[in-house]
């Protein structure tokens, strides 16, 4: 199952990408940052950049080596759709494994992996090259060991979410929220399991479960803080940096919306991603109340904190109102069909806890009754109804900006801003082109990766840019005569354009040349929020 679904996201990640050009800018630029490490003009490790957290960036870094000899894994994004296409068929292998540990039938188990594997947006972000599919891995594979562990008391099972929850945060900032509610989970159902009559050990035992949890997800923290700090000066370039999260906020005109609109658009888009919550989430939780069953908490916890903490993010008008944001929706609606039934047989493990719980055999016949096909059933049909829900809103723009452009893919003559969306980098594409037939030397091109960077990851020949991860970009950009570049790529001194290294150095570079070039190319661009480029040949001394 791994293989074909890995097999078919991958496919449709081309055909997307190399047939229709669509593609997303931040897997393009976590392609760019693997390439700077390899194959820019000062290869090395830190110029995979510290404004986000590099996983998803280092896992292409084994495909992205031949990207010499094959330049069309960076160009097309290639290097991150097979990732991409990987970790998200791994999550739905561990939704599977979810259904299966709580001992459900085949068919129920076969028809919620089947739904949540072909969900649109679970597709298009396994097509995609975006880093929510490795996050979603991380997070899934978490939700699955933490309701093994409360089953079978397995610290094997703790350590491994812990594990999953660093990796995941090394994904996305977003597992922080995650982590802190993983630890919580596992403090508060080990001092209820221990209860008061062994006080003198059950809150020491609570601390240890939850550090056992969240300490490998702390280390990650401070270790990429620690080395973001060393290297950069900063800790936390994402917040910080002229090239972070709070900088394009601010740059993009600032929070948009009010409070009570975002808040509608963060609840639209959880119902949206999943209809069934509102019936499945409550009635779960009564019935976990009723069977003491507190596997039911976890999906909530974890799911529920990132969900919560996107939530208010974009309320408080620190992000931007992207439906994936909250795709973590997708798999708290299939986990909790999952747990409508309680759970049946035993969950192999490698160490049974003191405090396992038994599950009623298989073979019960209790398991036969009418009563439970029935509401295998319904939740089959549950999640069966959210797809269309689903489809309809990833194509609406006002509620999907970011994919609703897939829909016209296949018009003869789409809306302009669907068009444009679907056109975005195929300028920059162009651009690459025409520098790479012009067999500059190393060295020849300046340009900051603002908006530069999708032109070098489409370039067949990336050493000929100069890019600020490169140890001498600052002496080369006081003074390109003197480097030896030939010429410098620019953008408007406006938007995101304002943090562009050449716009701070020359303010009016774009303009008028500030008097270090001439104007030899501009560049009308057809892509959706892209910039017209002006090529400025630099004057020597």
């Given at each position: 199952?791994?293989?074909?679904?890995?097999?078919?996201?991958?496919?449709?990640?081309?055909?997307?990408?190399?047939r229709?050009?669509?593609?997303?800018?931040?897997?393009?630029?976590?392609?760019?940052?693997?390439?700077?490490?390899l194959?820019s003009?000062?290869?090395?490790?830190?110029?995979?950049?510290?404004?986000?957290?590099?996983?998803?960036?280092?896992?292409?870094?084994?495909?992205?080596?031949?990207?010499?000899v094959?330049?069309?894994?960076?160009?097309?994004?290639?290097?991150?759709?097979?990732?991409?296409?990987?970790?998200?068929?791994?999550?739905?292998?561990?939704?599977?494994?979810?259904?299966?540990?709580?001992?459900?039938?085949?068919?129920?188990?076969?028809?919620l992996?089947?739904?949540?594997?072909?969900?649109?947006?679970?597709?298009?972000?396994?097509?995609?090259g975006?880093s929510?599919?490795?996050?979603l891995?991380?997070?899934?594979?978490?939700?699955?060991?933490l309701?093994?562990?409360?089953?079978?008391?397995?610290?094997?099972?703790?350590?491994?979410?812990?594990?999953?929850?660093?990796?995941a945060?090394?994904?996305?900032?977003?597992?922080?929220?995650?982590?802190?509610?993983?630890?919580?989970?596992?403090?508060?159902?080990?001092?209820l399991?221990?209860?008061?009559?062994?006080r003198?050990?059950?809150?020491?035992?609570?601390?240890?479960?939850?550090?056992?949890?969240?300490?490998?997800?702390?280390?990650?923290?401070?270790?990429?803080?620690?080395?973001s700090?060393?290297?950069?000066?900063?800790?936390?370039?994402?917040?910080?940096?002229?090239?972070?999260?709070?900088?394009?906020?601010?740059?993009?005109?600032?929070?948009?919306?009010?409070?009570?609109?975002?808040?509608?658009?963060?609840?639209t888009?959880?119902?949206?991603l999943?209809?069934?919550?509102?019936?499945?989430?409550?009635?779960?939780?009564?019935?976990?109340?009723?069977?003491?069953?507190?596997?039911?908490?976890?999906?909530?916890?974890?799911?529920?904190?990132?969900?919560?903490?996107?939530?208010?993010?974009?309320?408080?008008?620190?992000?931007?109102?992207f439906?994936?944001?909250?795709?973590?929706?997708?798999?708290?609606?299939?986990?909790a069909?999952?747990q409508?039934?309680?759970?049946?047989?035993?969950?192999?493990?490698?160490?049974?806890?003191?405090?396992?719980?038994?599950?009623?055999?298989?073979?019960?016949?209790?398991?036969?009754t009418?009563?439970?096909?029935?509401?295998?059933?319904?939740?089959?049909?549950?999640?069966?109804?959210?797809?269309?829900?689903?489809?309809?809103?990833v194509?609406?723009?006002?509620?999907?900006?970011?994919q609703?452009?897939?829909?016209?893919?296949?018009d003869?003559?789409?809306?302009?801003?669907?068009?444009?969306i679907?056109?975005?980098?195929?300028?920059?594409?162009?651009?690459a082109?025409?520098?790479?037939?012009?067999n500059?030397?190393?060295?020849?091109?300046?340009?900051?990766?603002?908006?530069?960077?999708?032109?070098v990851?489409?370039?067949?020949?990336?050493?000929?840019?100069?890019?600020?991860?490169?140890?001498?970009?600052?002496?080369?950009?006081?003074?390109?005569?003197?480097?030896?570049?030939?010429?410098?790529?620019?953008?408007?001194?406006?938007?995101?354009?304002?943090?562009?290294?050449?716009?701070?150095?020359?303010?009016?570079?774009?303009?008028?040349?500030?008097?270090?070039?001439?104007?030899?190319?501009?560049?009308?661009?057809?892509?959706?929020?892209?910039?017209?480029?002006?090529?400025?040949?630099?004057?020597?001394?």
């Amino acid at each position: 199952m791994f293989a074909a679904l890995s097999a078919v996201y991958l496919a449709v990640g081309a055909v997307l990408s190399v047939r229709f050009g669509w593609l997303m800018g931040d897997a393009l630029s976590r392609t760019y940052a693997a390439q700077a490490v390899l194959h820019s003009r000062d290869p090395h490790v830190s110029a995979i950049g510290f404004v986000f957290t590099p996983l998803t960036a280092l896992l292409q870094l084994p495909l992205v080596a031949f990207a010499e000899v094959a330049p069309a894994i960076t160009r097309w994004n290639l290097s991150a759709i097979v990732v991409s296409a990987l970790f998200m068929a791994g999550a739905v292998v561990q939704i599977r494994g979810i259904c299966r540990d709580r001992g459900l039938g085949r068919v129920q188990t076969a028809a919620l992996t089947a739904v949540f594997a072909i969900n649109p947006m679970i597709v298009l972000y396994a097509a995609n090259g975006m880093s929510e599919a490795i996050f979603l891995f991380f997070l899934v594979w978490t939700v699955r060991r933490l309701v093994r562990w409360i089953s079978t008391d397995d610290v094997h099972d703790l350590l491994l979410a812990g594990i999953a929850l660093a990796f995941a945060y090394l994904t996305r900032y977003d597992a922080v929220a995650a982590v802190a509610a993983g630890a919580g989970l596992v403090f508060g159902v080990t001092l209820l399991r221990r209860g008061w009559a062994h006080r003198a050990t059950m809150v020491r035992r609570a601390v240890l479960d939850a550090v056992l949890v969240a300490g490998p997800g702390l280390v990650a923290f401070l270790v990429w803080a620690a080395t973001s700090w060393l290297i950069t000066g900063q800790a936390f370039a994402q917040f910080s940096s002229a090239y972070g999260n709070a900088a394009i906020l601010e740059q993009s005109g600032g929070p948009t919306g009010d409070p009570v609109g975002n808040t509608a658009y963060v609840l639209t888009a959880v119902l949206a991603l999943g209809p069934a919550i509102p019936l499945l989430v409550p009635s779960v939780a009564g019935l976990s109340w009723r069977r003491r069953d507190a596997e039911f908490l976890v999906g909530p916890a974890l799911f529920g904190s990132v969900l919560t903490f996107q939530a208010i993010s974009y309320v408080a008008g620190s992000t931007f109102g992207f439906l994936r944001f909250f795709i973590a929706a997708i798999p708290l609606a299939t986990v909790a069909c999952a747990q409508v039934l309680s759970a049946r047989g035993e969950v192999p493990t490698r160490r049974t806890g003191a405090f396992a719980r038994h599950r009623v055999g298989p073979a019960s016949p209790r398991d036969r009754t009418r009563f439970r096909r029935v509401v295998a059933a319904g939740t089959v049909a549950l999640s069966v109804v959210s797809l269309p829900v689903t489809t309809a809103v990833v194509l609406q723009p006002s509620l999907s900006p970011q994919q609703y452009a897939v829909g016209h893919l296949f018009d003869r003559d789409p809306p302009d801003g669907a068009e444009r969306i679907i056109a975005s980098f195929s300028t920059e594409r162009a651009l690459a082109d025409y520098l790479d037939a012009r067999n500059l030397p190393d060295g020849s091109v300046l340009t900051d990766t603002v908006f530069g960077f999708a032109v070098v990851v489409a370039s067949a020949r990336p050493r000929q840019f100069v890019v600020p991860s490169d140890e001498d970009f600052t002496t080369v950009l006081n003074d390109p005569a003197e480097a030896g570049v030939q010429l410098m790529l620019t953008v408007p001194n406006t938007g995101r354009g304002e943090s562009d290294a050449l716009n701070r150095r020359f303010p009016t570079v774009w303009e008028n040349g500030s008097e270090v070039g001439r104007l030899e190319l501009e560049v009308p661009n057809d892509g959706a929020d892209q910039p017209t480029w002006r090529i400025y040949r630099v004057l020597s001394d």
